[in-house]
């Protein structure tokens, strides 16, 4: 690859408007374009983050640039030397080209001096993040590329400009960050560069578990995040960011019955998840599903392994992972019901399920009925091409149920006809557990097809049974409302795929 291939200074000029550069010189600075729009422009990606190195105060040229062009307010980072300005809908950041000294236990920077921009250059992560633009100054209109970087854009190598050990010491976000442009780019890792990764994996420790989890996302959220799992794997950051990822790894076999290598399956169904989903919550799913197995495993004797309740324990396994990496509380319960409920749906593809069965599961799943579903397709990971057609079948009869029951019955955004109010004025009670029973009871009379989904026949059926409801032991209709809520979980959960040509079930 070469700057040939495009005019990578007319590029730039789109992205960064005249003014800002028109600005930058006549205040008398030396800037550049820097880093990862020179990158994503000569790999034809686009980009809304324009990074500018200046040889000078960064801040107070944005201060000055903001003022000038009327741009509002500058985010300002002095200790680091940067500043962020938003202006026609692009992010720029203004950035003092800096060398940076570091303690052993933290990755911020302990000093930073001004220096010229070829040893600002010097101490960016990657090469293929050590290019840059001259936009004003002594290198106005020159393109520098001190460390090769274009030359490993076009091998597809990530590789650090100075030594890894170094690099990755200093600041060991950067082995994340390069595992990630790994496995976007799908660019391999300089062996040196990969060697530093292995020898520096403690350090990722004395990162924030924020930046962490960010940089996790991305890597969820990016083209390829199953070669990003496996190069965290590789290097041995696995262990320490998600060690019960780590856990899954293993085959035990007792007699001729063994079990299915749990982590290689995890991954084959995020690889499925990936190839519908562009959803980082449902791909992280796809690889934690079975995380609760390791925990649940047990041999049977004539039987084999079993793995009884390992949703419920990964479910909460799930949980503890999602706030390890700060996902946020909304995705966090929606990472934990995917992995709860995984295998509710296949559960459903055996002759003779109810309508009100199906009623239950799109009720408990609700908003997640679509992602639960993909997650659900993507497990069926068998080899045996018969076993895979009939678990398809039996799927899609099942999704053309849902389809039928969802139309009928609007059951996506199931809740009682009768809010507690309505029931309290209609049978004369006060709030508790009385309430609770009488609306569990409606609610239980429509999944069970008794009566219609309508106001009309949820007045009707309350008045039939409020009677004998309000006169029960209060202790008895709590015990009836905590067995409500077990039941409406029950469905088999212990349900195994039939073993396959290989021996090993799910």
């Given at each position: 690859m070469s700057t040939n291939s495009?005019?990578?200074?007319?590029?730039?000029?789109?992205?960064?408007?005249?003014e800002i550069i028109e600005i930058a010189e006549s205040d008398g600075y030396e800037i550049y374009a820097v880093g990862g729009c020179i990158r994503d422009l000569l790999l034809g990606r686009k980009t809304s983050d324009i990074d500018i190195a200046v040889?000078?105060?960064?801040?107070?040229?944005?201060?000055?640039?903001?003022d000038k062009l009327k741009a509002?307010?500058?985010?300002?980072?002095?200790?680091?030397?940067?500043?962020?300005?938003?202006?026609?809908?692009m992010n720029y950041e203004f950035a003092t080209a800096r060398s940076e000294s570091y303690l052993p236990d933290s990755r911020k920077p302990t000093e930073i001096t001004p220096v010229s921009?070829?040893?600002?250059?010097?101490?960016?992560?990657?090469?293929?993040?050590?290019?840059?633009?001259?936009?004003?100054?002594?290198?106005?209109?020159?393109?520098?590329?001190?460390?090769?970087?274009?030359?490993?854009?076009?091998?597809?190598?990530i590789r650090t400009p100075l030594e890894p050990e170094k690099t990755f010491s200093d600041d060991p976000l950067r082995m994340l960050r390069g595992i990630r442009f790994a496995a976007e780019f799908s660019f391999r890792i300089d062996r040196k560069t990969l060697n530093g990764i292995h020898k520096n994996t403690s350090r990722i420790k004395i990162v924030a578990q924020e930046r962490i989890g960010e940089e996790i996302w991305k890597m969820l959220s990016g083209s390829d995040p199953v070669r990003a799992m496996q190069l965290l794997l590789e290097c041995g950051l696995m262990?320490?960011?998600?060690?019960?990822?780590?856990?899954?790894?293993?085959?035990e076999q007792i007699g001729k019955h063994h079990h299915k290598e749990v982590l290689l399956h995890s991954l084959r169904v995020m690889q499925n998840v990936v190839n519908n989903s562009e959803d980082?919550?449902?791909?992280?799913?796809?690889?934690?599903?079975?995380?609760g197995k390791p925990l649940t495993k047990k041999f049977i004797a004539k039987q084999g392994w079993t793995f009884h309740g390992h949703e419920v324990v990964g479910a909460r396994i799930a949980g503890r992972i999602g706030r390890r990496l700060r996902i946020g509380r909304q995705n966090l319960a929606k990472l934990t019901s995917l992995v709860r409920l995984h295998m509710r749906p296949v559960n459903l593809t055996s002759d003779g399920v109810t309508d009100?069965?199906?009623?239950?599961?799109?009720?408990?799943?609700?908003?997640?009925?679509?992602?639960?579903?993909?997650?659900?397709?993507?497990?069926?990971?068998?080899?045996?091409?018969?076993?895979v057609g009939k678990y398809l079948a039996n799927f899609e009869e099942m999704q053309r149920r849902m389809g039928d029951v969802e139309a009928r019955d609007k059951m996506r955004k199931f809740q009682s006809p009768l809010r507690g109010d309505e029931i309290m004025e209609i049978c004369g009670v006060t709030a508790g557990p009385v309430i609770g029973a009488l609306k569990g009871g409606i609610e239980d009379a429509i999944l069970e097809g008794k009566i219609p989904y309508t106001s009309e026949a949820a007045r009707?059926?309350?008045?039939?049974?409020?009677?004998?409801?309000?006169?029960?032991?209060?202790?008895?209709?709590r015990q009836e409302i905590r067995n409500r809520s077990k039941d409406r979980r029950s469905i088999n959960s212990g349900f195994q795929f039939p073993e396959d040509e290989a021996g090993g079930g799910q």
């Open positions: 495009i005019d990578i200074y007319k590029e730039i000029r789109h992205l960064i408007p005249s040889v000078g105060d960064a801040p107070k040229l944005a201060r000055s640039i903001s509002g307010k500058v985010a300002i980072y002095a200790r680091f030397g940067t500043a962020l300005l938003r202006y026609n809908g921009i070829d040893e600002d250059l010097s101490r960016r992560d990657f090469t293929i993040n050590a290019l840059a633009l001259g936009l004003t100054g002594v290198n106005k209109d020159r393109f520098i590329d001190n460390f090769n970087g274009l030359s490993d854009l076009k091998d597809g190598i262990n320490i960011i998600i060690p019960e990822i780590v856990a899954m790894h293993g085959v980082p919550v449902v791909r992280l799913a796809g690889i934690l599903h079975d995380v009100s069965a199906i009623r239950r599961l799109m009720v408990e799943t609700g908003d997640y009925l679509d992602d639960q579903l993909i997650l659900c397709r993507a497990d069926i990971t068998t080899a045996n091409p018969r076993l009707e059926y309350l008045l039939e049974i409020k009677d004998e409801i309000i006169n029960t032991d209060i202790e008895k209709l």
